[in-house]
């Protein structure tokens, strides 16, 4: 497994942790993101939480892990 997998791999497996113990899938990728990388700011995944359920639990559009990390870009 090449370097890039294996850091993806950690994201994904402690982004599925989280949304297992805690909920709010773009507070947990941003989390996973943040403690694997070494970037970001806590106030960041704070503030992702209106983007749970598809922006602010509507379950309508875009899922907020994917809609806050397109967004970082």
Same mark, same amino acid.
């Given at each position: !497994?090449?370097?890039?997998?294996? *850091?993806?791999?950690? $994201?994904?497996?402690? #982004?599925?942790?989280?949304? #297992?113990?805690?909920?709010?899938?773009?507070?947990?990728?941003?989390?996973? $993101? !943040?403690?694997?990388?070494?970037?970001?700011?806590?106030?960041?995944?704070?503030?992702?939480?209106?983007? #749970?359920?598809?922006? #602010?639990?509507?379950?309508?559009?875009?899922?907020?892990? *994917?809609?806050?990390?397109?967004?970082?870009?």
């Amino acid at each position: !497994m090449s370097p890039k997998d294996e *850091i993806l791999e950690k $994201i994904y497996r402690l #982004a599925y942790k989280y949304e #297992a113990e805690r909920g709010s899938c773009p507070q947990c990728v941003l989390s996973a $993101i !943040m403690e694997t990388l070494c970037v970001g700011d806590p106030k960041t995944v704070q503030a992702s939480d209106a983007l #749970a359920g598809g922006t #602010a639990l509507s379950t309508r559009g875009t899922c907020g892990a *994917i809609s806050w990390w397109s967004f970082s870009y």
